[in-house]
């Protein structure tokens, strides 16, 4: 579990811009990352839709088919990951840079936190990877970083090295994520829980 220190820096990042209207996020690199998500999948958007929650704040919730289930989360469960910003249907719209732009269809690759009865994604954007195909059965998964400043712990920026995913095996991506796990005592799976 997330120690309630990261979580909140990572909600900090939420809510405080920078002056080039981008949102700070801490950017794990992998292991880490890892080692705080509560879920981590991959999955097929079935659904999009704004709504108020109990705050007043409009967020975004995506329904998600879980197609792999690596830690946290069942195989072909329906997840909901949600994020701030959005559209209601009544115009009324927030925006947060930084945020995951999901439509129907869209093929993600998440490392998410539970809060309730949603995920959320760790890091905004950060957390939710695009996986994509090559046309000929072949998928990848990419990391998009617009509208994020990425800071290690102490503020600094985050060599490029830690945070980039640029066009990687989504199998590749599996097994270091598996591996991860293993370190961890973890077994990789349906519930994600040590055994």
């Known amino acids: 579990m997330m120690s309630r220190r990261v979580a909140a820096l990572l909600c900090f990042g939420w809510l405080v811009p920078s002056a080039a209207h981008a949102t700070i996020v801490i950017a794990m690199p ?3 990352l890892v080692r705080a998500a509560d879920a981590i999948f991959v999955g097929t958007v079935l659904e999009v839709a704004a709504h108020l929650d109990e705050g007043g704040r409009i967020m975004t919730q995506a329904h998600i088919q879980v197609t792999r289930a690596v830690r946290g989360v069942k195989r072909n469960a329906v997840v909901t990951l949600e994020y701030p910003g959005g559209r209601l ?3 009324l719209a927030a925006f947060v840079d930084g945020t995951p732009k999901l439509a129907v269809g869209d093929r993600v690759f998440g490392f998410a936190e539970r809060h309730a009865a949603t995920l959320r ?3 905004l954007r950060y957390g939710v990877l695009r996986v994509h195909g090559d046309g000929r059965g072949d ?3 990419t990391r998009d970083t617009d509208g994020l400043v990425l800071v290690d712990r102490t503020g600094k ?6 945070t980039q995913v ?11 994520v598996e591996s991860h796990l293993r370190a961890l005592g ?3 799976g349906d519930d994600g829980v040590a055994r």
Not at 157 to 162: C, H, L, N, T
Not at 166 to 176: D, F, Q, T, Y
């Open 89 to 91: 249907a009544n115009g």
């Open 30 to 32: 992998e292991a880490e």
């Open 186 to 188: 973890v077994v990789p």
């Open 139 to 141: 998928e990848f998964v």
């Open 157 to 162: 920026p985050q060599s490029e090295g830690i």
């Open 166 to 176: 640029r066009g990687v095996a989504l199998e590749v991506l599996v097994k270091r």
């Open 121 to 123: 994604p760790l890091g």
